[in-house]
């Protein structure tokens, strides 16, 4: 069966270090993958989606990247954090050709102090 | 997809009384919606679905019903439980395009 992993659960990481999330997915190939933000009780915001390997969509403009180095991994980046970055990121996946029906990790919550 | 970034609202509901989420829809063209669950400090769930051309479809518990006139999405859980209380996120799909709503947090209270 397929699973999604992401890491870690909990950050709280200094305004302007860097950031690196993860995220896996086992048990499928070339999946699309997402990153989704979600701010203190709101709604979901796309970050950024991927179809292949090295091909990377951004929705909104902001101070974060993403990268697939590999099938099933997904990498959400920043050079340096701003206080508004913080809130609870979430990686999902879909199998190729579906832009629907996630499946969603079990999410990272950064505070950015 | 993406939301709206509104903030939530809540619907509060005694342990064993039924509870009603709703949601309202912005494309008349959706053909599908999925409606998920959303425990604290996890990530959402997927929970039951319907396409356009139903309006109802039961799952244990819960109940979907689709309102395409209105264009409005309910959920209904059945003698809701402590493990009810989440966010409750509906999604709207148009030519594999998804978009959540908002999300409503269900408080169940013993």
């Known amino acids: 069966s397929q699973t999604i992993h992401q890491w870690p659960a909990t950050l709280v990481q200094p305004v302007g270090s860097p950031l690196s999330l993860e995220c896996t997915v086992e048990?499928?190939?070339?999946?699309?993958l997402y990153w989704y933000r979600q701010a203190a009780g709101r709604g979901l915001q796309l970050l950024f989606y991927?179809?292949?390997?090295?091909?990377i969509s951004s929705e909104v403009p902001q101070n974060l990247s993403a990268s697939r180095p590999q099938d099933r991994q997904f990498i959400l980046s920043s050079k340096k954090l701003l206080l508004s970055d913080s809130g609870f990121y979430l990686c999902?996946?879909?199998?190729?050709?579906?832009?629907?029906?996630?499946?969603f990790g079990s999410g990272t919550r950064l505070t950015v102090v | 997809g993406e939301s709206v970034g509104l903030h939530l609202p809540t619907l509060s509901v005694q342990e064993g009384d039924n509870s009603i989420i709703n949601c309202a829809y912005s494309n008349s063209a959706s053909d599908y919606f999925i409606w998920y669950k959303q425990e604290s400090g996890k990530g959402p769930q997927f929970i039951i679905d319907i396409r356009s051309n139903m309006d109802k479809r039961q799952g244990q518990r819960v109940t979907v019903l689709l309102n395409k006139t209105v264009k409005h999405l309910s959920l209904q859980i059945a003698a809701t439980q402590p493990g009810d209380s989440a966010v409750y996120f509906c999604a709207e799909i148009n030519n594999n395009d998804m978009r959540f709503g908002a999300g409503t947090r269900l408080t169940v209270k013993p």
């Open positions: 999902a996946w879909v199998p190729q050709g579906f832009h629907y029906g996630y499946t």
């Open positions: 991927s179809v292949g390997i090295g091909q």
């Open positions: 048990g499928t190939s070339n999946p699309n």
